[in-house]
């Protein structure tokens, strides 16, 4: 078992109250702030999308805010790792484990939208994190019930993941089609028929030649 994962475990049985052994915790110390935060902004994630109720959910929240602690402190091993957490990294996990709870609610998606703001202040002007981050605020305006804004936000989004040549965001914007078009009523409107369209020519541009 790498120590990356066993760290992932320690940060789980941590927050939910479990008891961790002297050498889970020995593990955890030896990894630098800047790993730790990268293991716990997953771990706070994950548990969002896998939260039962509001006490999980407040569980991943605390995972999160905790890596808050983690931001601008020195990266001894950034050669080993992907990706570093900043403040607008911060707040786009935080937008993620809001829209990721599979309980979210209106209130959520207003939250959420507040730290696309927050993270939009903080933006390193990453056309992969932009891409992303539209890709949430469409998200939240259909958990809130905005079908017409959740398409309007949903076509602004396309280009923009179309040009990061990310397959996860358009999979993502996807989603959100096939959850407008299974609506009963605005299922069959016109608007999300003209979405189904301009998804499909990003998605199999050879149709329409």
């Known amino acids: 078992m790498s120590s990356g994962y066993q760290a992932f475990l320690l940060i789980i049985d941590n927050f939910t109250k479990f008891s961790y052994t002297k050498r889970k915790r020995a593990t955890w110390e030896k990894i630098s702030s800047a790993l730790r935060s990268i293991i716990?902004?997953?771990?706070?994630?994950?548990?969002?999308?896998?939260?039962?109720?509001?006490?999980?959910?407040?569980?991943?929240?605390?995972v999160l805010e905790s890596t808050g602690k983690e931001?601008?402190?020195?990266?001894?091993d950034s050669?080993?790792?992907a990706a570093t957490l900043d403040e607008e990294r911060?707040?786009?996990?935080?937008?993620t484990?809001?829209?990721?709870?599979?309980?979210?609610?209106?209130?959520?998606?207003?939250?959420?939208?507040?730290?696309?703001?927050?993270?939009?202040?903080?933006?390193?002007?990453?056309?992969?994190?932009h891409a992303f981050s539209t890709t949430l605020l469409a998200k939240s305006y259909l958990i809130e019930g905005q079908y017409p804004m959740a398409v309007a936000y949903t076509e602004n989004a396309l280009t923009t993941v179309f040009s990061s040549n990310s397959t996860?965001?358009?999979?993502?914007?996807?989603?959100?089609?096939?959850?407008?078009k299974m609506d009963h009523s605005y299922g069959k409107s016109?608007?999300?028929?003209?979405?189904?369209?301009?998804?499909?020519?990003?998605q199999k541009p050879e149709l329409f030649h």
């Open 190 to 202: 016109t608007d999300v028929a003209l979405l189904g369209t301009k998804l499909l020519k990003l």
């Open 40 to 62: 716990m902004s997953g771990a706070g994630v994950t548990y969002a999308y896998t939260a039962r109720d509001k006490g999980e959910f407040d569980t991943a929240l605390k």
């Open 71 to 76: 931001i601008g402190k020195d990266v001894e």
């Open 168 to 180: 996860m965001n358009m999979a993502r914007l996807d989603a959100i089609y096939q959850h407008l």
């Open 97 to 129: 484990a809001f829209l990721a709870y599979p309980k979210s609610k209106p209130a959520h998606a207003i939250a959420a939208r507040n730290e696309l703001k927050q993270a939009s202040d903080r933006s390193i002007h990453s056309l992969a994190r």
């Open 79 to 81: 050669l080993m790792i």
């Open 90 to 95: 911060y707040h786009l996990n935080r937008a």
